[in-house]
């Protein structure tokens, strides 16, 4: 049985079946299904970066986006311009990593997001990377997806997730 937790148009996450000690986990953001390319996480490490995740933005330590004016879409165009290319600065570098976010094993590295904070909202940017599902997918190429959250509506489903993967929830939670 799938639980699901969240809310797919902002963030939410489904929880299947073992699989050879792997477990199925679908990831969605701004309606897009993020895990497309690879659903299978080894549940110890995608824990362990989840609980990561959610301790940063429990510190607070999540940013405004760094350029005056700009939405969360063309902060994210404007941190990725130069991104793993030769002409990228080590402050370039650093700037981009202080909002990166999604680390968390194979089933995230076919997108590149960033996290932004607007008081106690977040906008989670994603864009789709890897050339194979591009080639599927060319509607996603250059295409940058924004999701806004309550901060600690995603934290409540961040900690969801890891109850979910400890074994201590098995049922969808209660909305309110």
């Known amino acids: 049985m799938a639980v699901v937790v969240g809310d797919r148009s902002r963030f939410a996450a489904e929880v299947g ?3 050879h000690g792997l477990r199925r986990v679908d990831l969605w953001a701004a309606g897009q299904w993020l895990t497309c390319d690879d659903n299978m996480a080894f549940v110890k490490q995608f824990r362990l970066a989840v609980l990561d995740t959610a301790m ?11 350029f005056d004016g700009q939405s969360p879409a063309a902060a994210h165009r404007h941190l990725m311009l130069h991104a793993g290319d030769d002409d990228e600065t080590e402050a370039e570098y650093e700037l981009r990593s202080r909002f990166s976010t999604l680390h968390w094993g194979p089933t995230t590295d076919n997108v590149t ?29 250059g295409e940058i997806f924004v999701a806004e ?3 600690a509506e ?21 909305t309110s």
Request: overall charge negative; cysteine-free; glycine content about 6%.
């Open 56 to 66: 940063w933005l429990r510190s607070g330590q999540v940013s405004p986006p760094p």
């Open 17 to 19: 079946e073992w699989d």
């Open 149 to 151: 959250i309550a901060a």
């Open 113 to 141: 997001a960033h996290l932004f904070r607007d008081g106690d909202r977040l906008a989670i940017t994603l864009q789709f990377r890897r050339e194979d599902h591009l080639r599927r997918h060319p509607e996603h190429a």
């Open 154 to 174: 995603l934290v409540g489903v961040l900690e969801d997730l890891v109850a979910v993967l400890d074994g201590r929830q098995n049922q969808p939670p209660a």
